[in-house]
């Protein structure tokens, strides 16, 4: 039985297992949500006959639902009634409320018509006024926008550019963002580029007008910047002359050359004058930014600048500018016909780079230091080229000081610029040298024309007064002569003093062109020393041989000319003296250089004595050609030739007139004339025409040659010793006594012998003669 138990036990508690299953799953069919297919799906576990027990699980639990139902109604069926019971009882007085309401209602209705209507008038109104609300509120989120656009294009009516451009960048940035939802802001945003377009268009248009004003008024402008660098330097000039007044210092000319205190006194009153005219007219002056409105490039910079798009500006600026500056430099082909077409050259080029440098220091970075250093460079050559070519068409030594001073007062304006200048300077060294060359030139005419006036006698003076007239233009001293009474004579002729006069005058031409060229005075000494010995050496040492070799120059003017030589060769000293004192530079300083007027005037002077020499003796030629000789005469005339005489008195007078000659010349002259006239008349004996002389010829002859020794012997020229001079005539003498006496014995006897009687007698010349 506990077997039998045991097995009941167990199917008890499986079932009683199961019947709580089935209670879990009702429960989740109850509260649960559908579906159900999980919790109705645990029902069929692998249990035999589990749906027909759940199937009875399921009919017990809704028996159990039912009839506590059933309680439930039965507990509130009394209330139910009694529910009913009062609605029936409320039925006729509901019906009743339910006509007062509807009537109540409609009366409401009739009455809120109006108030309905007055009530949607309001809606209305707030729908309005709400509405204006915000379109105020819109546009006067706009209006700022429209303001800013109206004062866009008001700016770009008054040409405003650069102001329109920060306008335009206002608008971008700050009030466009705030009204872009609108079709007019869509609008004027695409308008804008437009406007920049314009404005970029505008602004390079007003730039070609600016550059093209600059390139017609450069000439303006450069001469007002020379005008005002000369007044400065003038400026500058008379306060140095003061202070070295004032401090007893050496004056100087400008830059180093010393004046006279006279001619520094009288300058410094004259450029004290010049500074209180100028003051008067003080106001009056522009500089030469005043004649210029830059505004152009400064508004087209900053546009451009604004734009992002300096550097298309930059290089077109500069593109520009090197073009102009290439026409600046290209000359006109006369150029050098007149200084007015240097001036204008130098006034354009000045102009130009003083605008560049104005827009070099104004300006960030539109041009630069290196740029107007290259573009100084390229003109600098251009110009010096130019110069040099136009500047060797000039033969008017005013003309090339003109160009000098231009040249310096145009170095000396753009270095107050900050441009080097230092190859003009080395140019004006060429062109001085050029107008040396001119110099000399001018002072060859001069020369001549002195040479061709002068009269070549001693200088008259009837008084005290025409005397230191002449001491006052020629340095000359001669005690002897000052004691003597008026009327008097000076040994030289006009032209001496004239001549002196004149290199004076060429020195000074010759300082002038070193005025302002920033040297030492003893450069500026040398430079003067230097070209008064080309005057001396070449010019007028060339006048003077050109002067001699002329075929009307007599014996007499040639005579003069040698006086007039030793006279100027003597105030070559006083030459040197005076460039002494206009540079302040001792002769004794080292490697100072010396006048060459002593070889010129010695070389001048010995043409002079060769030419006497030559012209005299061709003058004795003229005589001896009148010469009429009857070679067969039996009888002598008794009497010397007349042409002989004629000879000898023109001989006489002519070395009367050597006495004021040095006395070697006139010596030398004396025994050449003595010599020539020997050999001539020798000459004439062995010509080998004369085919036949007679003893009276010869006794004739001799009558002459007499004459010629006397005319030796009474020593026409001081100076010679004892029979010097008669000597000349010793080989005609001894041939003459050869034949006169007819000693052929002696001479024979005695002939090759040192003590021989006819020593100088040839014997061939002895044979020749025998034979006629």
Not at 565 to 582: P, R, S
Request: charged letters at 25%; aromatic letters at 10%.
């Amino acid at each position: 039985m506990a077997a039998n138990a045991s097995p009941n036990a167990d199917g008890f508690c499986v079932e009683e297992n199961k019947d709580n299953v089935y209670e879990t799953v009702l429960g989740e069919i109850k509260y649960l949500e559908l579906p159900l297919g999980i919790t109705l799906g645990s029902v069929y576990d692998d249990q035999p006959n589990a749906h027909q027990k759940f199937i009875e699980k399921l009919d017990a639990c809704i028996r159990n639902h039912d009839r506590e139902i059933e309680k439930m109604c039965n507990f509130h069926h009394q209330g139910f009634v009694d529910a009913i019971t009062e609605l029936l009882k409320v039925r006729a007085d509901a019906e009743k409320l339910k006509v007062q309401v509807t009537d109540t209602n409609r009366r409401l209705q009739d009455a809120g018509k109006e108030v309905i209507a007055q009530t949607e008038d309001i809606i209305q109104s707030r729908i309005q006024q709400r509405n204006i609300t915000t379109v105020v509120e819109k546009l006067q989120l706009c209006l700022p926008v429209l303001e800013m656009y109206s004062k866009l294009k008001e700016q770009m009516n008054v040409k405003r550019y650069y102001s329109a451009l920060k306008t335009m960048e206002q608008l971008e940035n700050i009030y466009f963002p705030r009204v872009s939802q609108y079709r007019f802001c869509q609008l004027m945003i695409e308008n804008l580029p437009k406007l920049r377009e314009e404005i970029k268009e505008i602004s390079m248009s007003d730039l070609k007008d600016f550059l093209e004003s600059i390139r017609k008024h450069s000439d303006k402008i450069g001469e007002t910047a020379m005008k005002q660098a000369q007044q400065q330097k003038a400026f500058n000039t008379v306060l140095q002359k003061q202070n070295n007044v004032r401090y007893g210092k050496n004056k100087y000319i400008n830059d180093g050359i010393p004046e006279p205190r006279n001619e520094i006194v009288s300058k410094q009153n004259l450029a004290v004058e010049d500074e209180e005219e100028e003051e008067g007219h003080e106001d009056e002056v522009l500089t030469a930014h005043d004649l210029v409105d830059f505004s152009p490039v400064y508004r087209c910079l900053h546009i451009y600048s604004v734009l992002g798009d300096a550097e298309t500006f930059e290089n077109y600026y500069r593109k520009q500018r090197r073009k102009q500056a290439r026409l600046v430099l290209q000359p006109q082909s006369n150029m050098h016909e007149t200084v007015e077409g240097y001036r204008r050259y130098f006034s354009q080029i000045v102009g130009f780079f003083v605008v560049e440098d104005h827009i070099l220091h104004v300006t960030q970075g539109l041009i630069t230091r290196a740029y107007t250093d290259e573009l100084w460079n390229m003109a600098l050559s251009k110009i010096i080229a130019v110069l040099r070519t136009h500047s060797s068409y000039c033969t008017d030594p005013d003309l090339v000081l003109e160009l000098k001073n231009l040249i310096v007062v145009f170095a000396d304006t753009l270095q107050g610029y900050g441009f080097p200048v230092n190859r003009l300077f080395d140019l004006l060294f060429e062109i001085r040298d050029q107008y040396n060359e001119t110099l000399l030139k001018k002072w060859a005419v001069l020369f001549r024309d002195i040479f061709e006036a002068d009269n070549y006698s001693p200088i008259p003076v009837t008084n005290e007064e025409e005397y230191k007239n002449v001491i006052s233009k020629f340095p000359y001293q001669d005690p002897e002569l000052d004691k003597q009474c008026f009327p008097k004579k000076l040994p030289m002729s006009q032209s001496v003093p004239q001549i002196y006069i004149q290199v004076k005058e060429f020195i000074y031409a010759s300082l002038k062109f070193s005025e302002s060229l920033h040297r030492s005075s003893t450069e500026i000494d040398d430079m003067l020393r230097k070209s008064t010995n080309l005057l001396l050496t070449r010019t007028l040492s060339s006048c003077l041989q050109n002067l001699i070799k002329k075929p009307h120059i007599v014996l007499t003017e040639l005579v003069q000319i040698i006086i007039n030589t030793t006279h100027l060769e003597q105030a070559c000293k006083y030459l040197e003296d005076f460039i002494t004192n206009i540079t302040n530079i001792s002769q004794e300083t080292l490697h100072t250089a010396r006048l060459y007027g002593l070889s010129t005037f010695k070389d001048a002077r010995h043409a002079a004595e060769g030419e006497i020499y030559t012209k005299l003796n061709q003058k004795i030629d003229e005589f001896i050609q009148l010469a009429d000789y009857d070679w067969t005469m039996v009888e002598p005339d008794g009497r010397a030739s007349g042409y002989l005489m004629d000879l000898i008195n023109f001989l006489r007078s002519t070395f009367q007139v050597f006495t004021h000659l040095p006395g070697k010349v006139a010596q030398t002259a004396c025994m050449s004339a003595c010599q020539h006239l020997s050999t001539t008349l020798m000459q004439m004996l062995l010509d080998n025409e004369l085919k036949q002389i007679s003893m009276g010829a010869i006794q004739q002859f001799n009558l002459d040659v007499i004459q010629c020794e006397l005319f030796a012997g009474s020593e026409p020229v001081p100076g010679f010793h004892g029979e010097t001079l008669q000597l000349a005539f010793i080989d005609l003498r001894q041939l003459l006594d050869l034949f006169m006496v007819w000693d052929w014995s002696t001479y024979l006897a005695d002939y090759g012998q040192p003590g021989s009687k006819y020593l100088r007698v040839n014997p061939s010349i002895a044979l020749a003669l025998l034979e006629k």
